[in-house]
């Protein structure tokens, strides 16, 4: 190289022309320096500072060299140096050593501790050695000023220092050509500084003797080492320190800890010993140093354990991991675990494509780049952005070992903390990045091999499937078409035909609308077509489409379509049942509705009325449990059919449940119109129909509501409803419209409900007794208990004001339940002789006995009132026994067998009564007062009421006949044999406190009544 060869020239003409000697002398220095600085000009390191130092020293030693020969006039005499170029020559000491130290720990973000350790103790075994051999017996020389003394000991000491910084800067950098030659430089320098101050103290020292070589290889070493490309190592970032002991490190340490025991024993083979305290002093500082540094030593080993451990852990992980979300967490939790407590991090997993990674990773030396310590500005903005606030992150690139990426990155792993921290765990990101990138690999070549196994079974899918796949190019021309298309079309081949031909005349314009808007809008939305099948079927069809015009692989509209002829027939027939009757086929609840609330709004915009009309079958349910459901079905169907023969066409017929119908009316002139249909209605519903070889009675009631009175739909049928209530309650087969009226009745039945509830937990009720009398003069029997409640407000109510109510409400319950408990509590203390003992008869509803339990909780009243079975008659309904329920019968069985006897209340006013005399065991049958009050009248109820006396004769049951009011009823029906009566002829109902003169009465004066 030019500066080695200008170094040797100036050399030779150091050592060949005398008189030039000074000027070329510092002309080496100067050379030396110049070569630093330009050094560092052309290779610019990423730490100038250390070489700055460096060259700054030389030129201090240059500057020292020129003072001491400008003060020293006779360069042969002793060499008497002024303390001030001491001082200077001291000072290029200083600046030499931090710059080496620089260099030593430009490369690590942390200190090193180790390194550190390791020089203190090369320089205490240095430094004994200088003391013992070359200071100390310098510094006893006679006639020494302290000026020189502090030379003799500065020198020496400054020496060591520099020497120990290079022996660092060779321990923990890379071993380059920069470092031999900045180590050759600083151990000459040292050499030819010692050997100068034997030299010195003893006068035998001149310029240009042999001894300025080491001072020369200073300058040509240090020059070279700044020219050199290399020399930008030794303020890279680089691995940090580490505590392990090292061979090189080894050899050091032992060394100098044998220096002291050697000084020691030399001192002790050639005489006294001098300075033994010193000796044992410093010999204990270096134990403690290299204790401290083997204790550092084990922390660093077990840390390096913990580390591969969690490494360790990581690998299972990540072999565990199934997808780059699951590495990633793997990759994070152990980089973090990695981290010293709290110290601030963030880890990034940037994963690449495959494709990118395999153009971008490649590197000119044939692998992926090694981690690295770089700046946050320097990375992509997407991750700049992701770990600002962190100045130092550590790149770690994703490249498997085993080749499976191709010998590229595969991403990188990024971790940013402070750089120390960095430094310290840079081989354990390097190998968590290392086992990530291998688990990434695994699953990248597992995610390609599902991708092209479901290449293989979407293309076997598309080549099976029912739904035909087409690819459809410019002009709408098929250009691709999957083999299912045959069995849709009757022809496979359809490439090169237009799509639009398959679709039916009537649909073409819509469809190409839909393909236009599919083209221009860029997104897919789903239809129905109409297209021609095989044999020229008409399908129906589900289109969808997708537009991958830009795609190269495709490069058209995908249009799919599915046969769907079926489901939507399917549909049409749910959609119908959903909103009609399934037995009528008329309109149901839901459908209803809805049309009236269109018709509400139509008749109030267009100025015209709609009505609706409620219509309940009279007696529907009794045909029901008489004849039979088939029966009933037959009935309803017929009804729906005379219905839709009285409405118009644009009317509508409802069923809305059970025997429940409706019409709407729309676009009448006015209400008149409307109550014409209700009264046809009505009018051909009395018709019986004919079911069979028998005629089923029709009959209806009808309600009616316009718009007229109503605001909107809802309450147009509640208008409605309560116009049926009306009809209903004023008798069978009439039809009612609705008046404002009829509202506040409603309000009215509310309240009365609520004082129901109200009475029930009050026990507002109370009873009155009729007595039940011999019509021969056998005197009284028995007596019937009446309920009547006791109104606050309303005085005392009949049974029929609130009994019915209370059937409707379940009410009926827990009052029947009180009418037995104060019945029998009052039948318990009548007084009673020999052969006769007053009965009391309680009517109890149908509801009631069919109460679960209801046999059970009467034999438990009559227990509790110390009343005899026999003395306690049930009074039913013939409504109970018309759904020959075994249940019901059973339960009328076990009463009697009890002692409980049985009466039916109202005989005559049912349906089929004679029937269920003949298959029921009864006790007794109450004549209704309908019979009674005609039979002195009529020739013809006074037969039938005969004739059914003489059947309970028959199947020996006891008659009463209810409603006696006259003497001739009376002598009739005792003509007749009925034997037993009730009625206001005998007594009126009797409070409960009056029934006892009463009987007392009777017992004194049988016959009196």
Not at 655 to 677: C, H, K, M, Q, Y
Request: glycine share 8%.
């Amino acid at each position: 190289m030019l500066f080695t060869a200008w170094m040797v020239l100036l050399g030779v003409l150091y050592y060949v022309i005398r008189p030039w000697q000074v000027g070329l002398w510092a002309a080496l220095g100067l050379s030396g320096a110049a070569a630093i600085v330009y050094g560092v000009r052309r290779n610019r390191p990423r730490r100038p500072r250390p070489w700055y130092l460096l060259a700054g020293a030389l030129l201090l030693f240059v500057l020292g060299d020129l003072c001491s020969a400008v003060l020293n006039s006779d360069y042969l005499a002793p060499y008497d140096v002024p303390f001030l170029v001491d001082m200077v020559y001291l000072a290029m000491f200083v600046v030499m050593s931090l710059g080496l130290m620089g260099l030593a720990r430009s490369g690590w973000a942390m200190r090193d501790r180790a390194g550190v350790l390791d020089a203190v103790t090369l320089i205490l075994g240095l430094g004994l050695l200088a003391w013992m051999f070359i200071i100390e017996p310098r510094f006893r020389t006679p006639g020494l000023t302290a000026l020189d003394q502090i030379a003799a000991v500065a020198y020496p000491l400054a020496d060591l220092l520099l020497l120990a910084m290079v022996v660092r800067i060779v321990l923990v950098a890379r071993w380059s050509a920069p470092v031999a030659l900045l180590a050759a430089g600083g151990i000459g320098m040292f050499v030819s500084d010692n050997l100068h101050l034997f030299a010195r103290m003893d006068g035998f020292w001149h310029i240009g003797g042999s001894l300025d070589v080491g001072w020369m290889l200073l300058y040509w070493g240090w020059g070279l080492a700044a020219l050199l490309p290399s020399m930008v190592w030794l303020t890279e970032p680089r691995p940090a320190p580490t505590a392990e002991l090292s061979g090189r490190r080894v050899v050091v340490l032992g060394l100098s800890s044998f220096i002291p025991p050697m000084v020691l024993l030399f001192q002790a083979l050639r005489g006294p010993v001098r300075n033994a305290e010193g000796i044992a002093l410093l010999c204990i500082a270096m134990f403690v140093l290299v204790l401290i540094r083997l204790l550092d030593a084990m922390r660093i080993h077990r840390q390096a354990l913990a580390r591969e451990r969690m490494l360790r852990e990581a690998g299972v992980g990540l072999v565990a991991a199934t997808d780059i979300a699951q590495v990633s967490d793997v990759v994070r939790d152990t980089a973090t675990g990695l981290m010293p407590r709290h110290a601030e991090h963030r880890v990034i997993l940037a994963v690449e494509e495959p494709e990118r990674a395999a153009a971008e990773g490649e590197q000119p030396g044939g692998g992926p780049r090694p981690a690295v310590l770089c700046r946050t500005g320097e990375l992509p903005p997407e991750h700049a952005d992701q770990l600002a606030g962190f100045d130092t992150v550590l790149s770690c690139p994703l490249a498997p070992a085993d080749g499976t990426s191709g010998g590229h990155s595969i991403g990188t792993l990024l971790v940013a903390a402070e750089e120390d921290v960095l430094q310290t765990l840079r081989g354990a990101m390097e190998v968590l990045a290392l086992q990530a990138a291998l688990a990434l690999s695994r699953i990248m070549l597992n995610d390609e091999v599902n991708r092209r196994d479901s290449e293989a079974y979407f293309r076997a899918l598309v080549h099976n499937t029912a739904d035909v796949i087409m690819i459809v190019a410019g002009e709408d021309e098929i250009r691709y078409c999957s083999p299912s298309a045959a069995a849709m079309f009757g022809r496979e081949a359809l490439e090169g035909n237009h799509l639009l031909d398959l679709v039916v005349p009537e649909e073409r314009e819509r469809s190409a609308g839909y393909l236009l808007r599919a083209r221009q809008e860029r997104r897919g939305e789903t239809t129905d077509w109409t297209v021609w099948g095989f044999g020229d079927r008409r399908l129906q069809v589900e289109v969808s489409s997708r537009d991958l015009r830009e795609d190269p692989a495709v490069g058209g509209l995908v249009i799919t379509l599915r046969d769907v002829t079926q489901r939507r027939r399917l549909e049409r027939e749910l959609t119908h049942r959903a909103f009609h009757d399934s037995l009528t086929g008329l309109a149901n609840r839901a459908l209803f509705i809805d049309r009236v609330t269109l018709a509400v709004d139509r008749a109030r915009r267009n100025g015209t009325i709609a009505g609706v009309l409620f219509i309940d079958l009279d007696d529907f349910k009794d045909v029901n449990d008489t004849m039979g459901h088939p029966v009933g079905d037959e009935l309803l169907t017929s009804v729906a059919e005379r219905l839709k023969g009285v409405l118009r066409p644009h009317d509508t017929a409802a069923r809305l449940g059970g025997d429940e119908f409706a019409a709407l009316i729309e676009d009448s002139a006015g209400t008149g119109a409307i109550e014409a249909v209700a009264e046809r209605v009505v009018r051909v519903l009395s018709v019986p129909v004919p079911v069979g070889d028998q005629r089923v009675p029709a009959g209806a009631s009808v309600g009616v509501a316009t718009t007229r009175h109503a605001r909107d739909g809802d309450e147009l049928l509640r208008h409605a409803d309560l116009a049926l209530y009306s009809a209903k309650g004023e008798g069978k087969g009439q039809w009612r419209r609705y008046q404002p009226a009829l509202h506040e009745a409603l309000v009215e039945r509310l309240q009365l409900k609520a004082d129901l509830d109200r009475a029930v937990a009050d026990e507002e009720f109370s009873l009155r007794f009729q007595p039940v009398v011999g019509l021969t003069g056998a005197g009284t029997v028995g007596f019937e208990a009446l309920v009547r409640w006791e109104h606050p407000s309303r005085g005392t109510l009949a049974p029929g004001e609130f009994i019915g109510l209370a059937e409707e409400s379940g009410l009926i319950v827990p009052i029947g339940t009180q009418v037995v408990r104060q019945a029998l509590a009052t039948a318990a203390r009548w007084p009673t002789r020999a052969g006769l003992s007053p009965y009391v008869s309680i009517n109890i509803s149908a509801r009631q006995f069919r109460t679960p339990g209801v046999v059970a909780d009467l034999l438990r009243e009559l227990d509790e009132a110390g009343l005899p079975a026999h003395r306690m008659m049930l009074e039913i309904v013939e409504t109970l026994l018309l759904h020959e329920d075994e249940e019901v019968w059973a339960d009328l069985a076990e009463l009697r067998e009890a002692g409980v006897r049985v009466a039916i209340d109202d005989f005559g006013t049912g349906y089929s009564s004679l029937s269920y005399l003949r298959q029921m065991s009864l006790d007794v049958v109450k004549l209704d007062k309908s019979f009674v009050g005609e039979i002195a009248v009529s020739t013809q109820q006074r037969a039938l009421v005969e004739g059914i006396v003489q059947l309970a004769n028959t199947l020996g049951l006891e008659v009463i006949a209810e409603g006696i009011e006259t003497q001739e009823q009376r002598d009739i029906l005792a003509d007749i044999g009925c034997p037993f009566g009730q009625g206001y002829l005998f007594s009126k109902p009797l409070p409960g406190a009056e029934t006892f003169p009463w009987l007392v009465d009777d017992l004194d004066a049988p016959a009196a009544h």
